[in-house]
């Protein structure tokens, strides 16, 4: 009777255990998906303000601009923001037209989970932003 009774206490206590990872796996994912925005709502920025609309140089860069500054008041300040947000400082706006929304690493999310599907949905945003400014030099 006892193992039933143990068996049965185990049980919920990992029913409970994955119901717990479940959900803060889903608030994981939404927090990645709004950093990865607000960056990419930074990077706009920086190169609609920039007279040659110049892709940003560092982080410094960024966080010179409005958008960037709310980086900074992210939870868990800008390394959280680091750490789950790369990017390609080195490269420039013509190199990330050269690619597609799907293959571009200029910005890219850092596995987490539910992350599949993430970098598709912000990153036609920014295609479309940078296709416009280029188009209106």
Known sequence: MWLVTAAV???????????????????????????????TDA???????????????????????????????????????RAMVRVDFATTVDKVLAQTPETCTAVTVTPGPNYAGIPARWLHGLYDELREQRQGK
């Open 43 to 81: 990077i706009i920025e920086h190169t609609r303000s920039s007279p040659t609309h110049a892709w940003p140089t560092s982080w410094d860069d960024l966080l010179r601009q409005p958008r960037g500054q709310e980086l900074t008041q992210w939870p868990g300040g800008l390394e959280r923001v």
């Open 9 to 39: 206490f185990a049980g919920l206590g990992y029913g409970g255990y994955r119901l717990r990872r479940t959900y803060l796996d889903m608030f994981e994912a939404e927090d990645r998906l709004q950093i990865s925005l607000r960056v």
